[in-house]
């Protein structure tokens, strides 16, 4: 049996392995358990044999190998053994198909939608943001609330309602698969935003809420709004100087209070629909007044949605081929670059190599004069006799060891062409030296 690729790690490599093989095998060849693997086929949505299936197959009574199903919206497209990144090409998100029936609608829906169930306590059992007091659950992978313990009730009971009507109409809601690498927009709490963001403390979730209508995600955060009030400093924490009741007078009492402005938090609710895809910047938000809670508005919500999916499957189009014409001029500049770098190394290797070989030149022309020197030196001493030839002839010697050597050939076999400096590895080999 053949060592498996990472294309084998895909849906439909895995889907071939799973219905190849008893599990028990399919999970030694990755080195982990059957049931693990049978999480990985879950996780994928590949069906995968019910026990007993490869007994059956042994009498010839095996119910048909069912189809490999369509990946569904958000579902994991590959699976890395070693837990390593398995980069996979996504399709281009569409919208809902007019006319078609939505498959993923489901023929029953909860009184609680699976997001919603079992979120509350996380959420009360977390800390407080230093300024206003917004929730912030330790677990990072729950539905996306930005609200205080007073709003957390409203905003459960908005949220559930508002995704099983998405639900019901075929539109799974669901925290966002990792591998599709989606982004949470950021979301600016006030009910009156001024020009400065300003900074808030919001507890936030590792991976964004999505909704799909077709392909499309669709991000949703539900935070409850602040506003800029009149506060009293009283016992430790502010109030709003509306609702401050001065304690009754006593005699030698000092009331040491002061007011300032400060953000409370109102009880109403915004809902902001966002693009989640990098490259396709759309947000809309829907806000709760005193008159109206957002509550009546989820049917109308949702009929906007379904009028903006065209319009987001279309940013998220345009940024794509925004982007490949980025990555084309990106790629256009290098090759620029490279063609400038190569000519400019030319030009410095040519004018370092003549430079270098007219200072063999030179020094060629000084040896010359050397040797020249010597040559009648030595002419002069053979005149010369007894104890002044012995004398002169060893000065000699001592100069021309001082000098060294002055043969132009041997400065230059080192001297290098201009090809030879911008490929050293095409340099001559010296055959002496080879032979050696």
């Known amino acids: 049996m053949g060592h498996y690729t990472k294309l084998d790690w895909r849906r439909e490599g895995l889907y071939e392995l799973v219905w190849a093989q008893p599990m028990l095998k399919v999970g030694a060849r990755f080195g982990v358990s059957s049931s693990y693997m049978a999480r990985v086929c879950s996780a994928l949505n590949v069906p995968r044999p019910e026990r007993g299936y490869w007994a059956k197959k042994a009498v010839g009574k095996a119910p048909a190998v069912p189809a490999l199903p369509d990946a569904r919206p958000g579902d994991q497209l590959a699976w890395s053994p070693g837990g390593g990144a398995v980069t996979v090409v996504r399709p281009l998100p569409c919208p809902p198909v007019p006319g078609r029936k939505n498959r993923s609608k489901p023929a029953a829906l909860p009184d609680e939608h699976p997001l919603i169930k079992g979120a509350k306590a996380h959420?009360?059992?977390?800390?407080?943001?230093?300024?206003?007091?917004?929730?912030?659950p330790p677990k990072k992978l729950l539905v996306d609330l930005a609200v205080t313990k007073t709003g957390l009730d409203k905003a459960f009971a908005f949220a559930n309602h508002l995704f099983l009507s998405l639900e019901a109409k075929g539109y799974p809601v669901?925290?966002?698969a990792h591998a599709e690498h989606l982004r949470r927009e950021d979301v600016d709490e006030r009910e009156k935003p001024g020009l400065n963001p300003g900074?808030?403390?919001?507890?936030?979730?590792y991976r964004c809420t999505v909704t799909y209508l077709g392909t499309v995600a669709i991000g949703l955060t539900m935070v409850e709004m602040s506003e800029?009030?009149?506060?009293?400093?009283?016992?430790?924490?502010?109030v709003r100087e509306a609702e401050y009741v001065p304690p009754r007078r006593r005699r030698y009492a000092v009331d040491t209070t002061w007011t300032t402005t400060k953000a409370c938090t109102t009880g109403r609710l915004c809902l902001q629909a966002y693009s989640p895809y990098w490259r396709?910047?759309?947000?809309?938000?829907?806000?709760?007044?005193?008159?109206?809670?957002?509550?009546?508005?989820?049917s109308s919500i949702i009929k906007e949605l379904e009028q903006s999916v065209v319009e987001i499957a279309g940013l998220v189009e345009e940024g794509e081929r925004q982007a490949v014409i980025e990555h084309e001029r990106r790629v256009a500049a290098h090759e620029q670059w490279e063609r400038e770098e190569?000519?400019?190394?030319?030009?410095?290797?040519l004018k370092d190599s003549k430079k270098e070989l007219l200072g063999i030149i030179d020094a060629w022309g000084e040896s010359?004069?050397?040797?020249?020197?010597?040559a009648e030196a030595?002419?002069?001493?053979?005149?010369l006799t007894g104890h002044e030839k012995t004398r002169m002839s060893e000065r000699l010697r001592l100069g021309r060891e001082l000098i060294g050597n002055t043969q132009a050939l041997d400065r230059f076999i080192g001297w290098r062409s201009s090809a030879e400096r911008l490929h050293p590895s095409d340099d001559p080999v010296d055959e002496e030296a080879e032979d050696q």
Do not use: C, H
């Open 228 to 238: 800029e009030v009149e506060a009293r400093y009283v016992n430790g924490k502010y």
């Open 342 to 349: 190569a000519e400019r190394r030319a030009a410095q290797a």
């Open 280 to 298: 396709a910047k759309w947000v809309r938000q829907w806000r709760e007044t005193k008159d109206r809670d957002l509550g009546s508005r989820i």
């Open 123 to 136: 959420f009360e059992g977390g800390g407080l943001s230093y300024d206003v007091g917004y929730l912030k």
């Open 174 to 176: 669901v925290i966002a």
């Open 199 to 205: 900074y808030n403390n919001l507890w936030s979730p």
């Open 378 to 383: 030595e002419k002069q001493i053979g005149n």
């Open 368 to 374: 010359r004069r050397i040797e020249q020197f010597f």
